[in-house]
């Protein structure tokens, strides 16, 4: 029996993903690479049928942070300044991430699983200049799909650029990189596009770096942009999970694309969350300010994460905490990987038997 991830990332791969790792052995000098990761940089700019004369997607060895991190370091110029909005863990990841870097910013501060409160924003973006605004896409902490058409419209007003962590929604939720007027997402292979840990990227319009400083060496996404459209690196790459992303992404083109993921995971979530329903576990938010990816549900009165989670692993599936305060009150279930109708029916059982 093998163990089912419903974690948020990394996913249970396919046999195909895991085959690949096994390819041949390939120096990152090579033209093998090359093509490799030239292939890797038009799959991923195809996810959101983005056009690459404004376009480019830039690959980093590193997990989902490496790829925000480099994103704001990047982007912001040195005049530049950054509002961040919170709303979870990973908005407050990028203040502290500003604020280790200094780079001035001010944030717009909500309780986490709250909706982001567009009226705060626009007083913000009235109050002050900025030049960005940083935003998380899918708040992993929670399961809410903040609303970027909202945020972008204000955004749009007063002039200022969004950067969006899009680490868990990237190949599964819409993202209008032109209609929301974007100037980066930042994402990872091995959540909605089933790779493996390793590689992450930010997909980026080509004018957005021309005013930044170099603020680091490793996470400095010009110099990645230069060397990769001249077929190169400035670091060894992973070369493995390249190899895994690009099965992944063959998969993912396979099945459907964007829109087929988006499917998929909604008709899994909505199983498993009504399943928890009439097992009388209540979901954090409701259904509809759910991203597809993942839910949060409230732990039964009585249970302890720990029990559950241990009693969920006995029987081959792996469920995730809430993070800080949440850790008493929530756990949290993902949608993403490959997992079969088999495993979703094992899964229904399980939960059955450890709830009831
Ligand atoms: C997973 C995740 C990250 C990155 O986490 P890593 O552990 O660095 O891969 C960033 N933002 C969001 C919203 C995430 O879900």
Known sequence: MRTILLNPGPVTLSARVRAALARPDLCHRESEFAMLQDGLRRKLLAVENLDAATWAAVLLTGSGTAAVEAMLVSCVPADGRVLVIENGVYGERMQRICAAYGIDHARVHGGWGEAIDVD???????????????????ETTTGRLNDLAALAAVCR???ARLLVDGVS??????IEFDRWGLDACAATANKCLHGVPGTAFVVLRRAALAAAPARGVYLNLADYLARQDAHGTPFTQSVQTFYA??????EFF?????AARHALFTSRMRRIRSHLEQLRVRGMLPAAECSCVLHGFELPAGRTYAVLHDALKARGFIIYAGQGALSEQ???????GDIGEDDLARLETALSDVLA
């Open 120 to 138: 705060a924003v626009r007083a913000a973006l009235a109050a002050a200049r900025y030049t960005h605004v940083a935003v998380v896409h899918h």
């Open 157 to 159: 007003d007063s002039g």
């Open 169 to 174: 929604s990237f190949g599964a939720e819409t």
């Open 245 to 250: 992303l690009d099965e992944a992404l063959d």
């Open 254 to 258: 396979e099945a459907g694309g964007r």
């Open 330 to 336: 929530v756990f949290r279930i993902s949608a993403m």
